[in-house]
Nanobody, 118 residues
């Protein structure tokens, strides 16, 4: 059974960088052909896809967030991470990591609340 767990600060100040890590157990992040995504849900809004890192380390980002987003991985720890720079209160959301298999997400983390506030 694959499990994903998000971790990171729950409060970030405006203009700072938000950093989250997703720890994966029960499966390797380098296994073909899975991809590992970050998705967020602002309060009262729908899910927003932020970006993905594939099994081979290649990345892709949402065009609207690309200039501020970076996704990386640590294969020795079976983790992948999100960095979102220059945050504003509009980046307040529940952040999820999820595994994508072909065109569907089959495993999700429980989500972590991040609030941007001074």
């Amino acid at each position: 059974q694959v499990q994903l767990q998000e971790s990171g600060p729950g409060l970030v100040k405006p203009s700072q960088t938000l950093s989250l890590t997703c720890t994966v157990s029960g499966g390797s992040i380098t296994t073909s052909y899975y991809a590992w995504s970050w998705i967020r849900q602002p309060p009262g809004k729908g899910l927003e896809w932020m970006g993905v890192i594939a099994y081979d380390g290649s990345t892709s980002y949402s065009p609207s967030l690309k200039s501020r987003t970076s996704i990386s991985r640590d294969t020795s720890k079976n983790q992948f991470s999100l960095q979102l720079s220059s945050v504003t209160p509009e980046d307040t959301a529940v952040y999820y990591c999820a595994r994508r298999q072909v065109s569907r997400y089959d495993y999700w983390g429980q989500g972590t609340q991040v609030t941007v506030s001074s």
